[in-house]
């Protein structure tokens, strides 16, 4: 009885023990076993509360700025240097300013992405902001015949990356499949495989893989644009991974060739010794090119042959998207007349 009363007190204890760890956010020694956090979302964009206010009068008393909250909830870090804001819907005139004061705004610091500890905390992402106008003072609205409201929409454009990881199930006999196999790459028709994806507008999704032979394997996976963004990649930028081109055309020739354009390479397989030839359809290279998305979506398909002379394994597969999202946020501005009083 005794030794039964005490088992119970132990199991109690223990539980109590765990639930306080995890109220306290204190580990519990698990660490995360999947590479991203997930997600669709890239930079968040908002206006400053009252910046610039929903209303204000043309007496020449009331200066304001327009500021953009900028806040990083995807998995790719955006330096400021990569980073553009416009803002757009009126005539800088009509606030005492110039076209110059509106464009090409960076942001105050570079954007870290959201991440997780090693052992699973979520932190958060940068969150910084843009000032309007650029020349440091503010705007001041000029005298109108009666109230006008105005629309401030900053249009930003910025580079990003999405990153994605699964593995590929390569086995010495890919005809002959055993029971105790340590994978099932499926010899009729497809087998979907676990892939996983960074946080990102443009989403790497449906990783199929399929044996075409018995040292022969194709794969294919689906670029989805999930976010409701604007994306644009040059084939000009022949690797994702070669830099970046702020580049978010407003000239309709230009942007209807790198609209919905992205970078992809595929990485770890390429070059590996374990495929001895790596061929994917639409890509520039083997493993590297730019894609158009057609209504927001693209498959990809490549084959691999294999090393003769192989045991069984999982390979990793890295796959590497880049591109440059075109977002925006607005507001409204009630400029209120106030009429003159003189005589």
């Known amino acids: 009885m005794n030794k039964r009363f005490y088992a119970i007190a132990l199991l109690v204890i223990l539980v109590l023990l765990m639930a306080a760890c995890k109220k306290s956010g204190a580990s519990t020694g698990s660490a995360p076993r999947t590479p991203f956090i997930g997600g669709t979302a890239g930079v968040t964009i908002n206006f400053e509360k009252d910046s610039p206010p929903p209303e204000v009068t043309d007496d020449e008393s009331f200066a304001f700025n327009a500021i953009v909250r900028l806040k990083n909830d995807g998995e790719h870090t955006v330096n400021k240097n990569d980073m553009r804001i416009n803002m757009v819907g009126f005539d800088p005139a009509d606030?005492?300013?110039?076209?110059?004061?509106?464009?090409?705004?960076?942001?105050?610091?570079d954007l870290l992405a959201?991440?997780?500890?090693?052992?699973?905390?979520?932190?958060?992402?940068t969150t910084?902001?843009?000032?309007?106008?650029?020349?440091?003072?503010?705007?001041?609205?000029?005298?109108?015949s009666g109230n006008l409201e105005f629309t401030f929409r900053a249009d930003t454009c910025y580079n990003y990356m999405t990153e994605a990881n699964t593995k590929l199930c390569i086995l010495r006999d890919m005809i002959?499949?055993?029971?105790?196999?340590?994978?099932?790459?499926?010899?009729?028709?497809?087998?979907?495989?676990?892939?996983?994806?960074?946080?990102g507008p443009v989403q790497i999704t449906n990783f199929r893989q399929s044996v075409i032979g018995r040292d022969k394997i194709s794969f294919s996976f689906d670029i989805v644009l999930?976010?409701?963004?604007?994306?644009?990649?040059?084939?000009?930028k022949r690797t994702p991974s070669s830099g970046f081109d702020a580049a978010c055309?407003?000239?309709?020739?230009?942007?209807?060739?790198?609209?919905?354009n992205v970078g992809i390479e595929i990485t770890e397989?390429?070059?590996?010794?374990?495929?001895?030839?790596?061929?994917?359809?639409?890509?520039?290279?083997?493993?590297?090119?730019?894609?158009?998305?057609?209504?927001?979506k693209r498959t990809i398909t490549c084959t691999a042959d294999l090393l003769q002379d192989r045991l069984d394994l999982e390979k990793a597969v890295g796959i590497l998207l880049t591109y440059n999202v075109l977002d925006n946020k607005e507001t409204k501005v009630l400029i209120k007349h106030l009429a003159s009083t003189n005589p």
Not at 95 to 109: A, L
Not at 229 to 235: A, G
């Open 226 to 236: 999930s976010g409701n963004v604007d994306i644009f990649w040059s084939r000009d």
């Open 176 to 199: 002959n499949i055993r029971d105790d196999s340590i994978c099932r790459p499926s010899g009729t028709g497809t087998s979907g495989r676990p892939i996983y994806s960074s946080s």
């Open 269 to 296: 397989i390429a070059g590996d010794p374990i495929i001895t030839d790596l061929r994917c359809g639409g890509l520039e290279s083997d493993s590297v090119g730019t894609v158009k998305l057609v209504n927001g």
């Open 249 to 260: 055309p407003r000239d309709p020739r230009l942007r209807r060739e790198i609209e919905n």
């Open 95 to 109: 606030f005492g300013k110039d076209f110059i004061d509106m464009k090409d705004v960076q942001p105050q610091d």
């Open 128 to 144: 910084t902001f843009a000032t309007f106008p650029r020349s440091g003072d503010s705007f001041i609205p000029k005298k109108f």
């Open 114 to 125: 959201k991440r997780r500890d090693s052992e699973g905390n979520l932190i958060e992402g």
